[in-house]
């Protein structure tokens, strides 16, 4: 049971151009609702989160659309950048237990010159 | 500095040896983690230990055990590895209150298991 769905699986946009990556979720007990950032040899890094009690949160050029009733969150990145090629991973997790954090399967990101 | 580091970076091992792989983190956090990526990128929680007790254990053989000393460090001891068990292990670590769902990870041991 896949708890968080990630789509697309890989994604290719040009320089300047707005990336959108899809997350859905089936478990309404989570409240938090981190993406996460992934270079290759390093670590996950937190890039942005919101929780369900508004609909949009934005930090530069990252933003998280929020549809509770749709159980859906996505990530935009505007004017996508060559050094914004990574993997992307959305991740959810409820209140009472939140540093167990189901991921989904991750967006491969290439954003070409 | 760096704020969650495991080692080591790399680790590459004959089949059936017993491994362990190290993980500190200096932000002051009460909960610690380890997760898995496989090779598809996917990633997975294995433990979570909060204070130096285990409060997450999911479905791993119990050929993995992880250990506490002290709420800084959290090192995850292997017995008797498995081709399968190849993977990158991440160690992440959070603070309690309502960001403890912000995860901070490690750079990851990448384990190697031939």
């Known amino acids: 049971q896949q708890q968080v769905k990630q789509s697309p699986q890989s994604l290719i946009v040009q320089k300047g151009g707005i990336s959108i990556i899809n997350c859905a979720y089936e478990n309404t007990a989570f409240d938090y609702f981190p993406w996460y950032q992934q270079f290759p040899g390093k670590g996950p890094a937190l890039l942005i989160a919101i929780r369900p009690d508004v609909s949009e949160k934005k930090e530069g050029r990252f933003t998280i659309s929020f549809n509770k009733s749709a159980k859906q969150f996505s990530l935009h990145i505007m004017d996508s950048q060559p050094g914004d090629s990574a993997t992307y991973f959305c991740?959810?997790?409820?209140?009472?237990?939140?540093?167990?954090?189901?991921f989904g399967d991750g967006t491969t990101l290439t954003v070409k010159p | 500095d760096t704020a969650v580091s495991q080692t080591p970076k790399y680790l590459v091992t004959q089949m059936g040896n017993d491994k362990s792989i190290k993980c500190e983190q200096n932000l002051g956090h009460d909960t610690m983690y380890w997760y898995k990526q496989d090779s598809k990128k996917f990633l997975k929680i294995m433990f979570s230990?909060?204070?130096?007790?285990?409060?997450i254990n999911e479905t791993v053989p119990n050929r993995f055990s992880p250990k506490s000393p002290d709420k800084a460090h959290l090192n995850l001891h292997i017995n008797s590895l498995e081709l399968g068990d190849s993977a990158v292990y991440f160690c992440?670590?959070?603070?309690?209150?309502?960001?403890?769902?912000?995860?901070?990870f490690g750079s990851g041991t990448q384990l190697s298991v031939l």
């Open positions: 992440a670590s959070s603070l309690a209150g309502k960001d403890r769902g912000k995860l901070f």
């Open positions: 230990y909060n204070n130096k007790e285990l409060i």
């Open positions: 991740a959810a997790s409820k209140n009472a237990n939140a540093g167990k954090s189901t």
